[in-house]
């Protein structure tokens, strides 16, 4: 299937780390950095407390992508970070049984300052996610065809 | 068991315009008013002033709400704030949620006002669905352990320690080196007062010693530490120094007369050479001998005649708890790369620090001005080395980063320097090479007009088109430089001088392992991060961990100590109360819904918080450091973070996306 750009405007959910990614938003704001903007942060100590089932539970809200900004391996939680990339791995699997595209979902690290790195992980998800359908057409919401 | 929902109060900030300019505040506010569970949608000019505060506390003392929206700036800024408005009106201070949309809107969407607006109504709704989830919890109570832990013994460290101290409270100071002092202790008279720098130190270092309550640990590194607010602790590894004997310089000298001099002596920058046992200065503290074990030979024990010595490198692991962390572990000088400017290929460039040290008095050349033993009869100062520097033009550090900030303290050191050699030698050639003298400082503009008048010259150079330096090749000179001076439009001139200095920048020093530690947040200048500069100066985002003097960034001594001073008094506050009160955000177990499956208890493995009780799990209150990966396992969705839980983030997802005609 050839990939085709819409002109939908993909909603974009940022599981953002309380110590590193959300300051790192925040940073981005006070540098005055302009970016997309569907992308909504939800501030969370560390995105490994959420369940698979949580993350299938976004895209059938309406989030077209998911972006984990967690803190890497700046982690301050003991084991987390690990289990954390353990779980998006298993998560994949999950999508691709459900025929969901993995772009959706993007593991990453973002620290304290890292403003540019925010922005573009925003940005490149957002272009991506516009070569995709809206996750409501994949998740068979809706038909085919119907924006 | 299903929960009364809270009604929800909502405000809305303008920010003065940092908001309002670019959110339609007054369309947030009437779309949020309408939402299912909010009672209340107001706005205000600036929500953190009194009135703004005040409108939420009668809100609740008349019962309107129950718990709390602010839709404002970050809330690491205000949360403080606003939580107090709620105690003040008796509520419980966790019934608060905060909706970011300066920072995350305002300021990053500025060019769609309409865009922006939408997007602020649906952070505030999601903001309102997770409020009206939100539960009163009690925060966690720790007994403070009544010291404090000063890390660094530098002059912002000495400071530290002697304004706990003085105010009666113990105090651990951990110093990586054999002495006290620092830094200050290399530099000779200081700018702006022209004291001695070791007066300065003398006075501060004998009233530490003298005070029952500070406990020293030389020659030490940290090795482990946790804890958190009110209880840390921290693991030493101290080294025993090799000796325990006073001694003076003269004493020492005839003890080793037989040990070869063969070490770069750090304390004159490399200037000099020493032995592998030493003293840096006469009078130092302690003035006890050090060996140092990197460069002491195990034949070199029997070339030492003197008492005291004892040539085993032992190590102790000493564990000390306290209530609170000051950090005062200093700067290093910019090291110029091979070939910079010259510098490491050409000898007569040298270093501003460098050249401290050969103008004091107990320096590698006893305060004369030679370099390879000639006199000079000209010098050049470069500024900015290492500092304000731009990408492309300067070299970057191995994180690939150029040193874009300002050292602060070095334009009226250098220029402090060039006064001194033109008074003491009044024949000398000065010329200063800048980019922009900043001497910013309460009594340092004096030291650039008194440099006009000693008839220093100066000569202005675009930071894109540094000078370059090069040896002169049998001219008389040493060292040719050229350079384009734009206080002559530009005009290219060519120096010869016998002496360049560069003036170096200050880089934090290298404490990756204590930031690793403790997890501690750095700048992009790679110096430790204060959380805010105006509301929260000199306090790290880990509670409880103090930062003072250099490792904040560069600063001269008089900010040094007027931030360990602040570092001393913002711990005092957390020392001197019998309990600290931590966030409630751990785990909590639903004891309904558990049935004692144990997957939580292997998930926190690491951290060991849970354990199973009559089939059900339970949470150590105080281990507990919710992360939440119990909380994913559970298989009836048994475990929540207190304050963060799955269903609140499930109703904030929920309401997250409000379709576009709703929004309209
Ligand atoms: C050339 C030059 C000239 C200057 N002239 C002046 C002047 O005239 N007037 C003025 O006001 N300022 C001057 N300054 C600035 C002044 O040197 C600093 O402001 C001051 O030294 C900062 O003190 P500090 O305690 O922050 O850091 P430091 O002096 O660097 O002290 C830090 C201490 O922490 C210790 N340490 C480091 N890491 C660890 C660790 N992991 N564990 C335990 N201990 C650790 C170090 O050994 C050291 O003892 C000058 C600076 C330079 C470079």
Not at chain 2, 11 to 34: L, M, P, Q, T, W
Not at chain 2, 45 to 61: N, P, V, Y
Not at chain 2, 162 to 179: A, Q
Not at chain 2, 240 to 248: A, M
């Amino acid at each position: 299937m050839t990939k085709v750009e819409s002109s939908y405007t993909p909603n974009i959910l940022l599981l953002s780390t309380i110590d590193c990614a959300y300051p790192g938003a925040d940073w981005a704001g006070q540098m005055h950095m302009d970016h997309y903007v569907q992308a909504f942060n939800l501030r969370v100590p560390s995105p490994a407390m959420f369940p698979e089932e949580f993350y299938f539970y976004c895209f059938e809200q309406g989030f077209d992508g998911i972006l984990i900004m967690s803190c890497g391996a700046e982690c301050p939680y003991p084991g987390a970070y690990d289990r954390l990339a353990k779980r998006v791995d298993h998560l994949y699997k999950m999508m691709k049984e459900r025929n969901l595209e993995t772009d959706r979902l993007r593991l990453t690290a973002i620290c304290t300052v890292c403003a540019q790195a925010y922005v573009k992980e925003i940005e490149d998800m957002a272009g991506n996610l516009k070569t995709l359908p809206p996750i409501k057409k994949a998740l068979g919401d809706i038909p085919q065809g119907v924006n | 068991m299903t929960k009364e929902k809270k009604r929800v109060g909502v405000y809305i900030c303008h920010c003065g315009g940092n908001i309002s300019d670019v959110v339609d505040v007054e369309a947030v506010r009437a779309y949020i008013e309408k939402l299912d569970g909010v009672a209340v949608a107001r706005k205000n000019m600036f929500m953190c002033s009194s009135d703004g505060q005040k409108m939420i506390e009668q809100d609740l003392k008349d019962g309107l709400i129950d718990s709390v929206v602010v839709a404002s700036c970050t809330p690491k800024l205000h949360q403080g704030t606003f939580r107090g408005a709620l105690s003040r009106a008796g509520q419980n201070i966790y019934l608060l949620e905060q909706s970011n949309i300066r920072e995350q809107v305002s300021w990053t969407h500025t060019h769609d006002h309409a865009a922006a607006t939408n997007k602020a109504k649906q952070l505030v709704a999601a903001a309102a669905a997770k409020a009206e989830m939100l539960e009163p919890l009690e925060p966690i109570k720790v007994k403070t352990v009544p010291c404090g832990i000063v890390i660094g013994g530098g002059i912002a460290g000495l400071r530290a320690v002697r304004d706990l101290s003085k105010w009666g409270m113990n105090v651990v100071l951990v110093e990586k080196s054999p002495f006290l002092g620092g830094r200050t202790a290399q530099l000779d008279h200081v700018f702006p007062t022209k004291e001695k720098a070791r007066d300065l130190l003398d006075k501060l270092i004998k009233e530490v010693i003298a005070d029952p309550k500070v406990t020293i640990y030389l020659n030490s590194q940290v090795i482990d530490g946790g804890g958190s607010l009110g209880d840390f602790f921290v693991k030493i590894e101290q080294t025993f120094r090799g000796c325990t004997e006073k001694y003076d310089l003269k004493e020492l000298e005839d003890a080793i007369k037989d040990l070869p001099k063969d070490i770069k002596n750090e304390f004159d920058y490399g200037l000099s050479y020493r032995k592998s046992i030493w003293m840096p200065y006469e009078g130092c503290w302690p003035s006890i001998p050090a060996v140092d074990w990197e460069n002491f030979q195990p034949e070199d024990a029997d070339k030492v005649n003197g008492s005291g010595f004892e040539f085993q490198p032992n190590k102790e692991i000493i564990e000390v708890r306290g209530g609170s962390i000051i950090l005062a572990t200093g700067f290093d000088p910019y090291q110029p790369a091979q070939g910079e400017y010259g510098y490491g290929t050409i000898p007569e460039v040298i270093t501003l620090p460098q050249l401290v040290r050969l103008m004091a008095d107990d320096g590698p050349s006893n305060g004369r001005l030679e370099i390879n033993e000639h006199p000079v009869r000209s010098v050049a100062f470069i500024h900015c080395v290492g500092s304000r520097q731009v990408e492309g033009i300067n070299n970057p550090q191995p994180d690939g980063k150029v040193n874009n900030y300002c050292s602060r303290a070095c334009c009226t050191a250098t220029l402090q320097a060039a006064n001194e050699l033109k008074e003491r030698y009044p024949d000398l050639h000065v010329f200063d090479l800048y980019q922009d003298i900043r001497t910013y400082g309460h009594g340092h503009e004096e030291y650039y007009q008194q440099a006009s008048k000693n008839q220093i010259l100066f000569l202005r150079y675009d930071p894109l088109n540094p000078a370059t330096v090069r040896p002169s090749n049998g001219r008389e000179t040493a060292v040719s430089i050229t350079v384009k001076d734009l206080l002559t439009q530009g005009e290219e001139m060519e120096l010869g001088v016998d002496l360049v200095v560069l003036s170096v920048g200050m880089m934090p020093r290298n404490i990756e392992q204590i930031i690793d530690i403790f997890k501690l947040p750095q700048g992009a200048d790679r110096f430790l991060q204060e959380v805010h500069p105006k509301l929260r100066p000199v306090e790290l985002a880990v509670e409880g961990i103090m930062l003072a003097g250099t490792c904040q960034g560069p600063m001269d001594i008089t900010e040094a100590t007027a931030a360990a001073s602040a570092a001393a008094a913002k711990s005092m506050n957390i020392l001197s109360q019998e309990y600290v009160y931590l966030n409630p955000y751990i785990a909590r177990v639903d004891e309904d819904l558990c049935t004692g499956t144990g997957l939580c208890i292997e998930e926190c493995s690491e951290v060991n918080a849970i354990r199973l009780e009559n089939g059900k799990a339970v949470i150590n209150k105080t281990i507990c450091n919710g992360c939440g990966m119990c909380v994913a396992v559970c298989p009836n969705d048994a475990i929540n973070i207190q304050g963060w839980t799955i269903p609140q983030y499930k109703n904030m997802v929920s309401k997250m996306l409000i379709p576009a005609q709703e929004l309209a």
